[in-house]
């Protein structure tokens, strides 16, 4: 018969270690069940500008279709010299059109 003279049961030391694993193991499964839940929680929200990207593609699709008879014609005038441009008209409308930006 032998005496255990350190007082240790190595059996007391593997039943330990095996209870804090299986702690272990549930505390992490306990986790996971909190992160599936949450994940099952899942919400969208829309920015101000991803809105107002949507107006502008919905007024860009809704923007008369291009005229290519008209512009055509504009090329065929402009190639022949028949189109005149007035410089000063011209002028104003590119003013105006920087203090608008400003």
């Known amino acids: 018969m032998a005496i255990n ?3 240790l049961n190595t ?14 193991q549930t505390a992490h499964s306990a986790s996971d069940n909190a992160q599936i839940k949450k994940s099952g929680q ?7 500008q ?4 949507s107006e502008l593609q919905k007024k860009a699709a ?13 090329k065929t005038a402009i190639s ?3 189109y005149k441009v007035n410089p000063e008209k011209l002028a ?3 003013a105006n059109f920087e203090f608008d930006l400003v």
């Open 5 to 7: 003279i350190n007082n």
């Open 11 to 24: 059996n007391n030391q593997v039943n330990q270690t095996q209870k804090k694993q299986v702690q272990q």
């Open 42 to 48: 899942d919400s969208v929200s829309i920015t101000p």
């Open 50 to 53: 991803a809105k107002q990207l």
């Open 62 to 74: 809704d923007a008369p279709v291009i005229n290519q008879k008209k512009i055509d014609e504009l």
């Open 80 to 82: 022949s010299g028949e």
């Open 92 to 94: 104003a409308s590119i």
